[in-house]
């Protein structure tokens, strides 16, 4: 887990994703239906949908990494190109593994940089479907359940498995990509439409 993502977690113990906020999102989850066999949705159910939805994005992202700048950083104490990519690659799989004990000790990061664009697509590919693989394993009674970050023994936040899953696996990526996009930019690559059209590709045109 990166610095960010530990500073996030522990905001995020005072924010939305308090136990009182997900409460109400579960209680207004339970009232809706499965579109194939009007069974109630698994709280799970939505996190893995927006997980295909989102991927297909990150993946234009990641397709426009230019192989020849990934040593480029925007700022001597910013991530390379390369290890800002290979971060958003791996992050749902690592953060999903992340959250299935009840606690862990905030480990030490080093972001390793990516070699090649193809390192980074087959990173996030794995990762993708390892955090999937792993989601779907939990029911409603585990995501709504105490995940624990601790420090030295301390601990530093302590809220609903889901909410850590919704800030760190999701939240905390569309960050990052959204980071990878100016230093697309900054390269002058031509930056793919995100959550909409962008400069460069208009998908309603």
């Given at each position: 887990m990166c610095p960010f993502c530990i500073a996030s977690a522990a905001l995020m113990a005072g924010s939305v994703m308090s136990t009182g906020?997900?409460?109400?999102?579960?209680?207004?989850?339970?009232?809706?239906?499965?579109?194939t066999n009007g069974e109630d949705m698994r709280l799970v159910d939505?996190?893995?949908?927006?997980?295909?939805?989102?991927?297909q994005t990150t993946k234009r992202v990641l397709?426009?990494?230019?192989?020849?700048?990934l040593a480029w950083k925007p700022h001597p104490r910013s991530y390379s190109l390369g290890q800002l990519a290979?971060?958003?690659a791996s992050t749902p799989g690592s953060v999903a593994a992340l959250a299935v004990p009840d606690s862990m000790e905030a480990p030490n990061f080093s972001q390793p940089e990516a070699k090649s664009r193809q390192e980074v697509l087959d990173?996030?590919?794995?990762?993708?479907?390892?955090?999937?693989?792993?989601?779907?394993?939990?029911?409603?009674?585990?995501?709504?359940?105490?995940?624990?970050?601790?420090?030295?023994?301390?601990?530093?936040?302590?809220v609903p498995r889901i909410?850590?899953?919704?800030?760190?696996?999701?939240?905390?990526?569309?960050?990052?990509?959204?980071?990878?996009?100016?230093?697309?930019?900054?390269?002058d690559v031509p930056v793919p439409s995100i959550y909409g059209p962008s400069a460069d590709e208009n998908p309603f045109a």
């Amino acid at each position: 887990m990166c610095p960010f993502c530990i500073a996030s977690a522990a905001l995020m113990a005072g924010s939305v994703m308090s136990t009182g906020g997900l409460a109400a999102l579960a209680v207004k989850k339970f009232g809706s239906k499965s579109d194939t066999n009007g069974e109630d949705m698994r709280l799970v159910d939505s996190i893995l949908m927006e997980l295909d939805q989102e991927a297909q994005t990150t993946k234009r992202v990641l397709d426009r990494i230019p192989e020849d700048k990934l040593a480029w950083k925007p700022h001597p104490r910013s991530y390379s190109l390369g290890q800002l990519a290979l971060h958003v690659a791996s992050t749902p799989g690592s953060v999903a593994a992340l959250a299935v004990p009840d606690s862990m000790e905030a480990p030490n990061f080093s972001q390793p940089e990516a070699k090649s664009r193809q390192e980074v697509l087959d990173t996030f590919s794995k990762s993708l479907e390892s955090a999937k693989e792993t989601l779907k394993k939990m029911d409603d009674a585990r995501l709504m359940s105490k995940w624990t970050l601790t420090k030295n023994g301390k601990v530093l936040m302590s809220v609903p498995r889901i909410g850590f899953i919704r800030s760190i696996l999701m939240n905390h990526n569309y960050h990052h990509r959204g980071q990878l996009s100016v230093y697309l930019r900054m390269l002058d690559v031509p930056v793919p439409s995100i959550y909409g059209p962008s400069a460069d590709e208009n998908p309603f045109a």
